[in-house]
């Protein structure tokens, strides 16, 4: 059977290789797969549960953990849904609208993707630190952004950025404004419009920035690194905590979170699949 | 309900779409607006339906059933617009599409549940789909499409009926039928409406009466026939049906067309004769009257009537259009000789109409 699917399909003459090419593409492919992506996983797994279960059990239920735990969460369910917003205005002015300066803003909207995680992290040292532009006004006012959970959120809001904007504006673009105009004239308000023709066109093309948005507020690693200051149980987030155990040498506790990490990545990865079928079937 | 534009002029950018408008719809007819693309056509029916706005002049002003709508957006003039390519809400069955105008109605006129129900069944026995009501848009077909849009459009029960080119995207069978069945329609609901249109065939066909348009301007306003055989410039008898084209000059008080040497185009002081190809007859020899000298070049005769191409002394292709039976009378044989006698026709010199005397 396993031959079977390797035979190409297509009938016509010369654009069949022969199967031992065939066998060795999907060999080659199945092994790059395996060694990259498969095998790192298994060793996380294998690491986080080599001392057994109960230690796993005890490295993630451990104080400084759940607080990691906690305010990655946090973050990631202030940065999602503050993208949410930006990115639903923004594809809906940038795909329906034609004005002067609309190439640049959809640069700016890549920006984030185009610059290091840690440079981006670095801007907010350089704006609210306490020997940036802003800094000795906050101080005075007690305000504390970097090496606290602001600014946390607001990095990881920044490098989250671009992720439901990007999904949206070609979708969008596509689908014209022919939907909107017909709702209008037939007495739609604005807002009916919106609800019942646009969003339920774009609704899966959401999901997925939505997915996409969270896998990464949860994962972001450089720019939070930069601003958090590392302080236990209070700016650590997961990816954060797990560098930090491992740097302690105590590679089970960080195997163990760093499981916690893949954990959220799967699920991340069956929802984008379901939202992609459902994309392509729905 | 009559619909008056007054002053109505458009610009994008350094594009005059349209210029200074002046029309009125009357209740219950159905006009087309006929032109070729870019005479503003599609601009003026959107201006209507209040999707696109006209410059603001002092003068403009938009009335329906005498009252000005210039100020009220779209989805306040109750208008019925159908789209080109029908704009259906493509998550939605086609019963949730056409129950959609009643479904956003502010709550104190919204239909109850049952109402809406009957009203969108009713709908679809009028267009002819009554088992199509859980198809989605993408498993019909285009003319079940347009059909659709149509009954979407009448659910509001709009005032006015405006349908962006409401064939256009159809073959040709499926078009002759819609036609019919739109004429038929439009006999049974009496909703003022105007359709676009560049078919000079389908305006004919539908309309009561005819706006032919051509660079942002009303060229003529009349009925089908009176644009038909009565057109008031030489713009509206070329666009309506094929013509023939005939150069000439005018020389003192007359326009020349029996010339020899070939004219230089841009000239000065030309005269074109315009001859219908169902208006020439063809005869051996020159007889008393005008009549113009061409050569047989080919015959058609596939067809309910026989079509002959000629190529006359300046080498210019001439239509003519004959009914079977006259073609096996005149017996014509290909390369022959022969001349053109036409039996109605129009001069037009410089820009107007040619009142003066011509010759053959």
């Known amino acids: 059977m396993f031959i079977n699917i ?27 797969l395996f060694m990259f992506v498969i095998m790192p996983l298994i060793i996380v797994l294998k690491e986080a549960f080599s001392a057994g279960l109960s230690l796993w059990w005890a490295s993630i239920t451990e104080k400084d953990a759940l607080s990691a735990l906690r305010l990655t969460l946090l973050v990631a369910a202030i940065a999602v849904p503050v993208n949410l917003v930006f990115g639903l205005a923004a594809s809906w002015a940038l795909a329906k609208f034609r004005f002067k300066g609309k190439s ?67 979708l969008m673009s596509e689908q014209g404004t022919d939907e909107e105009q017909a709702a209008l004239s037939l007495g739609a308000s604005g807002w009916q419009t919106f609800r019942r023709v646009t969003l339920p066109n ?28 590392h302080i236990r149980g ?14 302690e040498y105590n590679f089970v506790a960080a195997f163990a979170v760093a499981s916690l990490l893949a954990g959220l990545a799967l699920v991340t990865l069956v929802l984008k699949s379901i939202v992609e079928w459902k994309t392509k079937h729905g | 309900m009559s619909i008056i534009l007054k002053n109505i002029s458009k610009t994008f950018g350094d594009f005059h779409a349209l210029k200074n408008i002046n029309i009125e719809f009357q209740s219950g007819e159905l006009t ?16 209507v339906a209040g999707l696109e706005e006209a410059d603001r002049g002092a003068n403009a002003d938009i009335l329906f059933d005498s009252q000005t709508v210039t100020s009220s957006p779209v989805n306040r003039r109750q208008v019925g617009f159908v789209f080109q390519h029908y704009a259906l809400f493509r998550h939605m069955t086609v019963f949730e599409n056409i129950a959609f105008g009643l479904r956003v109605k502010p709550r104190d006129q919204r239909p109850s549940k ?42 509001i029960e709009p005032k006015v009926l405006l349908l962006d080119e409401p064939f256009g995207a159809l073959d040709a069978q499926v078009r002759a039928e819609l036609r019919r069945w739109l004429r038929k329609l439009h006999d049974t609901l009496h909703v003022t409406s105007i359709f676009v249109t560049h078919d000079q065939e389908e305006a004919l066909e539908v309309a009561d009466r005819i706006v032919v348009m051509n660079h942002g301007a009303i060229e003529q306003i009349g009925t089908p026939n009176e644009v038909f055989h009565r057109p008031a410039t030489e713009f509206v008898m070329q666009f309506l049906g094929d013509v023939n084209v005939f150069h000439g000059r005018i020389e003192s008080d007359s326009a020349i067309f029996n010339e020899t040497v070939p004219l230089i185009e841009g000239q000065e002081n030309t005269a074109r004769l315009l001859v219908r190809p169902h208006d020439l007859t063809i005869q051996s020899t020159p007889g008393k009257g005008p009549a113009l000298p061409a050569k047989v070049y080919r015959v ?8 002959v191409e000629l190529i006359d002394r300046h080498n210019r292709l001439i239509q003519v259009h004959l009914s079977h039976d006259n073609y096996n009378q005149t017996m014509l044989k290909l390369h022959e000789e022969v001349y053109l006698v036409p039996r109605e026709s129009r001069v037009y010199a410089n820009n107007d109409a040619w009142t003066g005397a011509y010759v053959i």
């Open chain 1, 104 to 170: 640049l803003i959809i640069t700016l909207i890549d920006l984030p993707f185009a610059v290091s995680p840690v440079v981006s992290g670095l801007i907010y040292v350089l704006l609210f630190g306490l020997h940036g532009w802003l800094g000795p006004w906050l101080a005075q006012h007690d305000i504390q952004i970097i090496f606290a959970v602001p600014g946390i959120v607001l990095a990881t809001i920044f490098v989250t950025f671009p992720f439901i904007a990007r999904e949206l504006i070609p």
């Open chain 2, 32 to 47: 087309a607006l006929l032109g070729p693309s870019g005479s503003g056509k599609t601009t003026l029916l959107r201006i």
């Open chain 1, 6 to 32: 390797l035979k190409s399909t297509d009938k016509r003459p010369g654009l069949n290789p022969p199967l031992i090419v065939n066998m060795a593409i999907t060999v080659i492919a199945l092994g790059f």
């Open chain 1, 202 to 229: 774009i609704k899966w093309g959401l999901m997925y920035g939505i997915i996409l948005c969270n896998a990464r507020a949860m994962g972001e690693f450089g720019a939070v690194s930069v601003v958090s200051g």
């Open chain 1, 234 to 247: 209070e700016t650590n987030t997961l990816p954060l905590q797990v560098e930090v155990l491992y740097n």
């Open chain 2, 114 to 155: 049952q109402d809406i129900k009957d009203k969108v069944n009713e709908l679809l026995r009028l267009v002819q789909l009554e088992n199509m009501a859980g198809r989605y848009p993408s498993q019909l077909s285009g003319g079940q499409r347009q059909r659709i849009a149509l009954a979407r459009a009448l659910a």
């Open chain 2, 300 to 307: 058609l005769t596939a067809g309910p009537i026989v079509k």
